[in-house]
């Protein structure tokens, strides 16, 4: 018997430069495996919207999403401690006891999410691009980056000092800004307190955040 040959030539199967599907207007988040963390690991969470979704930064939009996050911000193993929001995502550093809890937590609180931008804005269907990505922190000098990234977000976009606390934000209820205390101001609190070490204490060695910094300049 003759072993016959493998065909060489290109033909329809096999792999190929610039095969496959083409990313639509939307693209999806790859869905790599997330960082594995403990109980005393905060996660640095991004949520993305769909392009066709308004800015979520306008008023309106910015209560409703407070009002929402204040029914969701603590559920036992699962904590939303800080929040930005800016015009086509919002960052989120939380805490869970394990990657079911922030799962768990973080599906309760981006159908929470989605609901209340579809109602500001009288639409309907999905409105997040795809899961969230989630980053786990677990030195404190990586949760006092996260920290400076998220509650100052909006200096880094406008790319200038901006020098107030971004209204958008949970800025206003963190006690970290040097030579500032926060501004406790009306009766709603939209965030949990931080109950792990490397949150409360450990990201305070590297030094208190200061207003007029620009995260990444």
């Known amino acids: 018997m003759r072993q016959v040959g493998f065909k060489t030539t290109v033909g329809w199967g096999g792999w190929r430069p610039g095969a496959g599907r083409k990313p639509g207007p939307n693209p999806r988040i790859r869905h790599a495996p997330r960082d594995a963390f ?18 979520l930064r306008i008023r309106k939009c910015v209560m409703e999403l407070e009002r929402r996050f204040a029914t969701a911000s603590e559920r036992g193993d699962f904590r939303l401690v800080h929040y930005s929001i800016q015009s086509n995502h919002v960052h989120m550093i939380v805490e869970a006891t394990g990657p079911e809890a922030l799962g768990r937590g973080m599906k309760s609180l981006a159908a929470r999410f989605a609901r209340a931008v579809n109602r500001v804005f009288q639409r309907k269907g999905s409105v997040l691009v795809d899961r969230f990505h989630s980053r786990a922190l677990k030195t404190p000098r990586e ?75």
Request: hydrophobic fraction near 35%; charge should be positive; charged fraction near 25%.
């Open 38 to 55: 403990g109980r005393n690991h905060p996660s640095h969470v991004t949520l993305k919207v769909r392009s066709d979704v308004p800015s």
């Open 143 to 217: 949760v006092r980056n996260a920290l400076r990234y998220v509650l100052l977000n909006t200096q880094k976009h406008a790319k200038k000092a901006l020098n107030r606390l971004d209204p958008a934000s949970s800025a206003r209820w963190f006690d970290g800004w040097k030579g500032r205390r926060p501004e406790l101001t009306g009766p709603l609190v939209a965030v949990a307190q931080a109950h792990t070490w490397l949150l409360t204490k450990g990201w305070r060695r590297h030094g208190l955040l200061q207003l007029e910094s620009i995260p990444g300049g």
